[in-house]
Nanobody, 120 residues
């Protein structure tokens, strides 16, 4: 099993910044993809960004140029630096880890979420 714990959410004014962190522990494999998802009230959960164990990154169009995902393999951490925040970024942000070994399929793990509220 893998445990994911998010932190760093909070209330910020439009144009402000927050940095989310996600700590992974437990049965960690070296082949992985770590992602951030978010779910706003009344909406479906949406993918925000992904970083792979090799460092490749991808982002949803709405956050490109504002958000940066990064990882620290030694600490089993993933981060989401969020700049120029907008009210529409308000959501519960979830950390997701997919991992596998050369002999197994991808397995999926989720954190409990951290709330980000962008409001004046």
């Amino acid at each position: 099993q893998v445990q994911l714990v998010e932190s760093g959410g909070g209330l910020v004014q439009p144009g402000g910044s927050l940095r989310l962190s996600c700590a992974a522990s437990g049965n960690i494999f070296s082949i992985y993809r770590m992602s951030w998802y978010r779910q706003a009230p009344g909406k479906q959960r949406e993918w925000v960004a992904t970083v792979t164990n090799s460092g490749s990154t991808n982002y949803i169009d709405s956050v490109k140029g504002r958000f940066t995902i990064s990882r620290d393999n030694a600490k089993n951490m993933v981060y989401l630096q969020m700049n120029s925040l907008k009210p529409e970024d308000t959501a519960l942000y979830y950390c997701n880890r997919q991992q596998r070994t050369p002999l197994t399929d991808w397995r999926d793990y989720w954190g409990q979420g951290t709330q980000v509220t962008v409001s004046s």
